[in-house]
């Protein structure tokens, strides 16, 4: 039904093919805020924290990420125009993107030219954090973390995704309770949370400051900062993402290296990144019109409003540091949620095959491997088993066909 109203805005209107990533924009947005504002109501309701917050919507917005990623990956328009020497100009977009374009700064941004593309990481920055922030109600009540502590980490994963993890974990951590979460994540009791929390610290300040030395090079400039931590941020993730591949039953590896201290890592860096390049105009984005390169010009603060509007998002983008810290965002919360699959997946008994055929999407297209996920686990009648395992009692109502067991 939700997907459905969101379907019968285009019919209403006399639309082109311009204007549809623009409409479904808004109706992404409208979605996640009303799926927030259940979660924040209803914190301790199954039906909110996992199936609504946790598992439908992101299903829904992950469903509409795969369709705008495929057909736009193949289409070279709607393309974005800039306005230069006091004229509106069209930038090139090529007919089909190519997905090596991630592994840079630069290319990242040639393929967020497409209405589109930069509309299907839009929907990656609502769906995945929106299945971050369910999981912290979740965890919350099963490690008897406050509501009070909760409330602020999803408000802040709701705006500021990265912020949200890595303060969720510090006052995890601070409380004494996140050496507790893994219990509840298919993983023995740990002996001693405070020692174990302790030195998943010290890991992520020792990874921390050995990213940080890269900054110090000789001839290091402002506008190279970015570049430099993006290319750290897909090294650094994709050892997060390895680590799951090779050792999903540890809990060193699914918990507290690709679930937490990569996370938290990225976060922090991500807060470093949207604090600083918010009040500050430069390094902003040259474009090539024409043969011609022309500097745009980015305003010194920018306005948290433009999150409303793709135009706005895409202004945003102009400035170097802000498409990191969205990048950021796109490697640390989808690489959070594999870590997740990765752990519900031997609880419930998810075949590893399907499981690391999820993270491996997850990691190159998050939306479709949340998507994924929820349809693999549905068919073999997995996902009602998560609940009880996530602080909620098993679904007595769920159909034979779907039960733990059915049909092996």
């Known amino acids: 039904m939700i997907a459905f109203f969101a379907m019968a805005q285009l019919v209403n209107v006399g639309l082109n093919e311009a204007a549809l990533p623009q409409i479904l924009y808004r109706s992404a947005f409208m979605l996640t805020v009303f799926a927030y504002l259940m979660l924040l109501i209803f914190p301790r309701q199954s039906w909110t924290n996992f199936w609504l917050v946790g598992i439908i919507v992101p299903a829904i917005l992950g469903f509409e990420y795969m369709m705008f990623l495929i057909y736009y990956f193949l289409n070279p328009t709607p393309c974005e125009q800039v306005f230069v020497n006091g004229a509106w100009q069209q930038l090139p977009c090529p007919a089909v993107s190519n997905f090596s374009d991630f592994l840079s700064l630069d290319g990242l941004r040639h393929l967020f030219y497409k209405d589109g593309v ?20 979740r965890k919350a009540q099963q490690i008897r973390m406050p509501y009070v502590y909760v409330l602020p980490c999803i ?13 969720y974990v510090l006052l995890a951590g601070l ?6 979460i893994p219990r509840f994540e298919g993983a023995p009791p740990i002996e001693s949370s405070a020692t174990v929390t302790r030195l998943a610290v010290l890991a992520a300040i020792g990874i921390q400051v050995a990213g940080m030395l890269l900054l110090f090079q000789p001839g290091m400039t402002l506008t190279a900062v970015p570049r430099i931590l993006y290319t750290w941020g897909i090294v650094l993730t994709a050892v997060g993402y390895l680590a799951l591949l090779l050792f999903p039953q540890h809990t060193w590896a699914n918990f507290w290296f690709s679930g937490i201290t990569i996370p938290t890592i990225l976060g922090i860096e991500y807060g470093m990144a949207l604090l600083y390049y918010f009040g500050t105009a430069s390094p902003c984005e040259q474009v090539n019109v024409n043969g011609v390169m022309y500097q745009l010009t980015c305003p010194q603060f920018s306005s948290p409003t433009n999150f409303l509007w793709l135009e706005g998002l895409r202004n945003l983008f102009h400035k170097d540091g802000l498409l990191l810290a969205g990048f950021l965002d796109l490697l640390l919360m989808p690489l959070m949620m594999a870590a997740w699959m990765t752990r519900k997946a031997q609880q419930v008994r998810i075949p590893r095959h399907f499981t690391v055929l999820c993270v491996i999407i997850c990691a190159a297209a ?38 733990a067991g059915a049909g092996d």
């Open 175 to 180: 409380r004494g309770r996140l050496g507790d």
């Open 118 to 137: 930069l509309m299907a990481e839009f929907l990656n920055l609502l769906l995945v954090p929106m299945m971050a922030a369910a999981w912290m109600a």
């Open 366 to 403: 998050p939306g479709i491997g949340v998507f994924l996920y929820t349809v693999l686990s549905g068919f073999r009648g997995r996902l009602v088993e998560m609940p009880k395992f996530e602080g909620a009692p098993p679904l007595d109502t769920s159909p034979v066909f779907a039960r």
């Open 155 to 167: 408000l802040l994963t709701m705006a500021a995704p990265g912020i949200g993890v890595w303060v």
